[in-house]
């Protein structure tokens, strides 16, 4: 779509709309030396919320995209809200961790997720990113608002002394 057309400002501006609720939801992150505060949101295609997450919000191992997940509920790969849904996330989602099987990557595929847009992509301060190339794979289309990296950085500063 052309730049002028109204629909891709109309979604251009939601998408930064939901990411900037995303980030406000990585401050409710319980702080961590080990982890990113991630935060996330479900949103469908008519612009309805279906499930929100942050990084260590029911367990420790928690990452933001996959509590989001969990939360749409066990069969949300059946679902046909997720076929037209967005996930918008903080932070790149990962494309390799320890703490549980699957990476968030995987898990957006898996649930049937079509679109994402994030913040920043992740820097390898703990693993090597990779999530956003993972999804591209996969047949994800993922925007990245870079204008919005600054506000994800800052709410794990504490993590980048020194790497920026």
């Avoid at 998408?15 to 409710?28: F, G, K």
Wanted: proline letters at 7%; hydrophobic letters at 50%.
């Amino acid at each position: 779509m052309p730049a002028s057309d109204p629909g891709a400002r109309g979604r251009a501006g939601a998408d930064a709309a939901w990411l900037r609720q995303a980030i406000e939801l990585s401050r409710c992150c319980p702080r961590s030396q080990s982890a990113f505060s991630v935060g996330a949101i479900l949103a469908g295609a008519d612009g309805e919320l279906i499930a929100t997450g942050f990084s260590r919000e029911l367990d420790p191992r928690d990452h933001a995209e996959e509590v989001a997940l969990a939360k749409a509920g066990p069969a949300a790969g059946d679902d046909l809200r997720l076929a037209g849904a967005t996930l918008y996330s903080s932070l790149e989602p990962c494309a390799a961790r320890a703490s549980r099987p699957l990476p968030c990557a995987e898990l957006i595929v898996a649930a049937g997720l079509r679109r994402v847009v994030i913040a920043w992509l992740e820097p390898p301060v703990f693993v090597r990113g990779g999530g956003a190339a993972r999804l591209r794979a996969a047949g994800v289309e993922v925007v990245e608002i870079p204008g919005l990296a600054a506000a994800a950085r800052a709410v794990n500063a504490h993590l980048l002394a020194g790497d920026e």
